[in-house]
Each structure stands twice: as C-alpha cells, then as structure tokens.
DNA sequence: AACAATTATGTAATCGATTACACGAAAATA
DNA sequence: TATTTTCGTGTAATCGATTACATAATTGTT
C-alpha cells in the first residue's frame, strides 16, 4: 500500500498529461481553472507528495545546505547551528552537519562531500587556517556555491563573514580588569593563526597600551580550550619573578580551570587574582563565583550568517557580493572578577 | 570554467558509451580491465564527481538522514548528534538537523519534510507523547522509512528505539541519597507523559519502598527543566509541615535551581540538604559544589541509535525487527550530596 | 463566415546515472 | 570449419518533475 504516487499517476486518472498535472499544481497562470482545482484536489486525495530528489535533479538544487563545525557539541556551535537552522527552515532549506574534530583533512572530506551532495550552500567555521592548500575552498568557490564563514574566518575573495569584534572584546575585558586594579594582566591564548585569538590578543595588548601598562611577553600563555591546560598555565605564570594578578583567557574552560588551580593554591578571587573567560558558556554563570565572559551572540550569529546565504542564493553569478558583518561583543561582569561590588 | 562533467562528457572524449563509462567506474566485472582503467584516469583528469542527486533520484535513496530533536542547543542532544554523526559518516550518510521546540506540530511538519527530503531514515527524540494522532509516524512507517527512537521514545509497533534505564538512574540515585542519611526524599519530576520522567519517577519511588520509607505525593513537584523553576519547588517544598532534606531531581538545571535557593536561606549541602540531578550536564561536575548526577552516555547513545538504523536500513522490507536497547545509567556521584568524605 | 488572437493542453527533451536486454566480436569447443 | 560460449559494449528505458515548443480548442474581430 501507498506505492509512491507521482503526478504521472495523476495524470492517468484523470486522463490527462503530467505536464498538465505539473503546471496545475505549480499555479502555472496557463491551466484552466477548473483543470487546476481538479488536479489539487485529486493529488490531495491520492496523497500526493512532490519527490524532491526528482525536482533536484531537475533544477540543480538540492535544498540542503551544509554547516561544518569543529565539534557540535560545544554550547558555542551548537547554538548557532540552531540560529541557523531556524533562519532557513522556514524557506525551505534543510541543515546538514559536519564535524572536522580540528582535523584539516576532515575538513576538506566534508567540503568535497557536502559539494558532492550538491548542497545549495556552506555556511562553516574555519578549523586551520595555517594550511596553503586551498583545493577545496577554491573547488567549493569554481561551483559557485555561496560559501559564508562565521566565527573563524579565513580571508578569500568573495567569501562573505560573520564574526564578532574579537579585538573589542579583548579590548573590552582587559580595560575591565585594568579598571578593577589589576595591573599585572596575563593572557590565555589560542591558536594565533586563528584571527579570533589573534584579535583577542591584539584587543587585549592595545588596551595594555592604552592605559600605560607594559605588555610582558612572558604573560601570554599558548593554552587549549580545555580546563586542565588552564591548570597547568597558572602553574606556570606563579612560577614567574612578578606573577600576574590577573588573567584574560580566550577560553572559559580554561579560565576555570585557572579558577580551580588558584583555589587551591588559596588565592583569593577576585580580591587578589581577577579571572575573565571568553565565549559564556552556559557554565560560567552557574558558578557560584560565577565566571566574567565575553558573550559571543551564537544564536545572532547563526542568524545573520543565514541571512548572508539567503541574500547570496539566487543572485546573479557573476555578481559576487563579500559581506563581511560583525558583531559587537557583549562583557558579561561577574563575580570572578568584581572587585567593587555584586 | 569547471562546469559540470558528467558521465557523458568522459563517453564522448573516449567515443564510447555513457553505459560503458558508467560500469567501469562501479567496477562492474564485465568490463575490460583496460578500458575501466582508461575511463578511471579520464575521469579522474577530468575532475569528474559523481552526481549524488542523479543517483538519489535513481535508486530511491538519498544517503541523508534526519534526526530530530527538541533542540540542538542543550549538551545531552548535541551530544547524541555527535554519535550519530561519527557513527554515519563512514558509512557515507549526511546527517539533517530538525528541532520541534517541543511543539507537536512541528514534529508532525519536520517528520513531513524528512520524509518529502527522501530521508533514508529517522532518528528522534519524541517531543510529546500525549497526542493520539499519529499520522505523521503513520506515513513515515508506510513509506518504510527506518524509524529509531533515543531517549524519549514511544510505543510504536516495529520501531526500534535507543534509551537509558531511566528507572535504574532514580533508583540508584534515590538509594545512593537513603545511604547519605536522607529520609525525606523530595523529587523534581518532569512531563510525566513522557516515559523517561515517568519511569525515573518510579525508580525513585521503588527505592523508598524498599527502603521502608513512607511514599509521600507532596513531595513530587513538577518542574520545568530551568534554573527558576528549581528555585520556586524549593519554595514550595519548605513551606510543607515536614520539608525535605534532599531533593532527586530528573533535571540538573532545576537541581542547580534548588542548591542556589538553599544556599540563599543558608541551608548548608550536603549536611543538612543532598541534591541530586539527572543528565551530568558539563556545568554538574565544574560547580565548586559539584552537582550529583545520571550520566546517560549521549555519546553512546548516539552511535548505538545510528548502529541500528544501519542494521534495519538494507533489510528486506516486509521484516520488522523491532529492537530495544537499553542502555545503563551511571550515577556520578559528587558533593552535592557526599556526606561521608569527598 | 472567415480569420486572428488567445488560451489550454499535449509532446518530447532534459537533469545524470544505472541497468536489463540486445548484439557483435573474440575465444573455446566440436 | 562450423558452432557454441564468453566477453565487452551499445541501445534504450528508467527514476519524477519541469518546460520550451508545438498544437488543439476556444474566443474575439471584422
């Protein structure tokens, strides 16, 4: 029971042709009135459904587009796959996810796959920009597929952004620290062949400047996102001649993890050791010394990168637009850090 | 330039046939070994890839699969995604993402669209259980459509499904809180409609029967999956004669709920008060007063989901083999509730 | 009434790959 | 040498929908 019905079914009980049966049901202004309700209401009746792999065939587009991330399951991708997903599900698109794990092959895998499952568009955040092999960036770019990077982007021409300031929010947080009376601010950085720890830094050393205080080289600390190199980084920076009284991490797993080595070494946050992470992860106002963060607006992003897809698609292909949007990113003051008062 | 190449183009430049070509890249036996070879580096040197939608239109099946989840964005199901993710991809399957916000009908419209997408299977956690119409599983059955149930799952004759022991996760959790001392054992139930909170309800209250303690409904609230409504039961719960001291909840974002309104009327855990939640979300274990929690191995759970949409996928159509897996929960047990030492 | 204009529908190609069937050529057998 | 196998390839249909073009049916015009 309930074979697949195609209009061709239609058009035999009705006794008319599936182009007839077609442009009925696509409101086509050249079928008779009549022929058109007679049609829709005999598909309704045989429960007619359009097989979309036929329409895709047929039109050259599939109606998926694809989302590739580090990893999904970090509060952080995760939120904007859904902003991402509620964007463009109301027109119609269906969101495919790829992991790469870090991993510049995996990346590459899924760009190939994603383009060979002749998906509409990608919309990814960049795992290593350090690699000059760009086969598959350029082989996404030669298909004309709109290709839009958020959060980690990588320059290409015609590549269109969405990211947030992260120099600002570096900025931002270190001025806060600077503010609360730190004056010896080390630094958790990431990959700096990522720009947005590179601008983290760069946001944090400019504030540094701008407020007198001498950049110290041995402040800034390689770390990853994860708490135990956050752990092992305090245990480094303690070990210094003039041990720092603060810490900008561009990560907040690190940052608690920065929290939980100082603990133990009894020092007091934020009395005498301030603490600002960077994403706000769901975590960092759950602590009962709840973690300074800097918001990153995933689900916006997802949003807005969406948008910048959607503006893409159906444009002419000669006409390549590069939009780059940024986002303001928003300092969330918390105990970890708040001298004056909470 | 790099405009589509097709089976057609490589026929043509080698003046033999589209079939031919075909054949020798699906390493059909019949063809000679030096033609196949020649098809092979011609397409190759030709940058020939195989048009997946070509090929979905023809063999009925797409190679996507769609999952379907209330939301993305909560750790336990981007988690389950994660599994099922790494579990598909080598077998060349794409993964679609749908959320239903917990509303029924866009359930019943995300499982329409995956099936008018040609999805070669569904996997999903079921947002409503209440609803008598099940049109929408109806369709996704009749069209054979391999259906797997994670987590939430309902009845459903020849559907397969993927849980935890939710029973065992109360029970142990509500014995390990009887071995801390408690006697007046509180519980945070979710929608019961749904299986899961059902049933940890039962293990919690199967524990106090074998423990000789009383049963008593006051001391069951009904609660949302939010920090505020944890706060507001436990309002409730110390206005009773004879209040609690110690709460099972089924989620951990209520529990985290519950141990901030203690702490703020200076009731001091885990002496006076144990708290227990339920889905070990990252923040349980990273709270200085971590959080007692049920692991369910979402990582898990979604790799064994997806393993048996692969066993079910490719069988003959008319066997229905039903599967349940049930999968073991794992109390972690922590300070929230860890009277003798920790 | 004769012809033009309009409207509705049919015919057939197309998207790209797969595959049952047919057929010619080469190899094996008698 | 004649005949049967085997092997390799070509022919053409198929998956289901869309659409340019052709044609039939209807309406309008003088």
Same mark, same amino acid.
């Given at each position: 029971?309930?074979?697949?019905?195609?209009?061709?079914?239609?058009?035999?009980?009705?006794?008319?042709?599936?182009?007839?049966?077609?442009?009925?049901?696509?409101?086509?202004?050249?079928?008779?009135?009549?022929?058109?309700?007679?049609?829709?209401?005999?598909?309704?009746?045989?429960?007619?459904?359009?097989?979309?792999?036929?329409?895709?065939?047929?039109?050259?587009?599939?109606?998926?587009?694809?989302?590739?991330?580090?990893?999904?399951?970090?509060?952080?991708?995760?939120?904007?796959?859904?902003?991402?997903?509620?964007?463009?599900?109301?027109?119609?698109?269906?969101?495919?996810?790829?992991?790469?794990?870090?991993?510049?092959?995996?990346?590459?895998?899924?760009?190939?796959?994603?383009?060979?499952?002749?998906?509409?568009?990608?919309?990814?955040?960049?795992?290593?920009?350090?690699?000059?092999?760009?086969?598959?960036?350029?082989?996404?770019?030669?298909?004309?597929?709109?290709?839009?990077?958020?959060?980690?982007?990588?320059?290409?021409?015609?590549?269109?952004?969405?990211?947030?300031?992260?120099?600002?929010?570096?900025?931002?947080?270190?001025?806060?620290?600077?503010?609360?009376?730190?004056?010896?601010?080390?630094?958790?950085?990431?990959?700096?062949?990522?720009?947005?720890?590179?601008?983290?830094?760069?946001?944090?050393?400019?504030?540094?400047?701008?407020?007198?205080?001498?950049?110290?080289?041995?402040?800034?600390?390689?770390?990853? @996102?994860?708490? #135990?190199? *956050? =752990?092992? +980084?305090?245990?480094?920076? $303690?070990?210094?001649?003039?041990?720092? /009284?603060? !810490?900008?991490?561009?990560?907040?797993?690190?940052?608690?993890?920065?929290?939980?080595?100082?603990?133990?070494?009894?020092?007091?946050?934020?009395?005498?050791?301030?603490?600002?992470?960077?994403?706000?992860?769901?975590?960092?106002?759950?602590?009962?010394?709840?973690?300074?963060?800097?918001?990153? @607006?995933?689900? #916006?992003? *997802? =949003?807005? +990168?969406?948008?910048?897809? $959607?503006?893409?698609?159906?444009?002419? /292909?000669? !006409?390549?637009?590069?939009?780059?949007?940024?986002?303001?990113?928003?300092?969330?003051?918390?105990?970890?850090?708040?001298?004056?008062?909470?």
């Amino acid at each position: 029971m309930s074979e697949k019905v195609t209009i061709y079914d239609i058009a035999e009980k009705l006794n008319i042709t599936a182009a007839t049966v077609s442009r009925a049901l696509n409101n086509n202004p050249k079928i008779k009135e009549s022929t058109r309700e007679l049609v829709i209401k005999t598909a309704a009746s045989m429960n007619y459904k359009q097989n979309k792999l036929a329409l895709a065939l047929k039109s050259g587009r599939s109606n998926n587009i694809g989302v590739i991330v580090p990893r999904i399951d970090s509060n952080f991708f995760a939120s904007v796959i859904r902003g991402i997903e509620e964007e463009l599900q109301p027109h119609g698109y269906q969101v495919i996810i790829c992991q790469t794990h870090e991993s510049k092959q995996r990346e590459n895998e899924n760009l190939y796959t994603l383009i060979d499952a002749q998906v509409d568009g990608i919309l990814m955040s960049v795992t290593d920009v350090t690699s000059e092999n760009d086969d598959a960036f350029n082989n996404v770019l030669q298909k004309n597929v709109p290709l839009i990077f958020f959060d980690r982007s990588k320059h290409i021409d015609g590549v269109s952004s969405v990211t947030i300031n992260d120099f600002r929010g570096g900025y931002l947080t270190t001025k806060h620290l600077i503010n609360e009376g730190c004056r010896h601010i080390a630094h958790f950085s990431g990959d700096q062949s990522l720009e947005i720890f590179k601008n983290r830094f760069l946001g944090y050393k400019q504030a540094l400047l701008d407020h007198g205080i001498e950049f110290n080289e041995e402040y800034v600390i390689p770390v990853k @996102s994860m708490v #135990e190199a *956050g =752990k092992a +980084a305090v245990d480094k920076l $303690l070990q210094l001649e003039t041990p720092p /009284d603060a !810490i900008f991490s561009s990560s907040d797993f690190a940052a608690l993890g920065a929290i939980q080595e100082l603990k133990e070494r009894n020092i007091s946050i934020p009395n005498e050791f301030c603490v600002a992470g960077f994403s706000n992860e769901p975590f960092t106002k759950f602590m009962e010394l709840s973690i300074t963060s800097v918001d990153q @607006s995933p689900l #916006e992003m *997802g =949003k807005m +990168a969406a948008r910048v897809f $959607l503006e893409q698609v159906d444009k002419t /292909d000669t !006409i390549k637009i590069e939009k780059k949007v940024v986002l303001a990113p928003e300092l969330h003051i918390r105990k970890s850090s708040s001298r004056t008062n909470f």
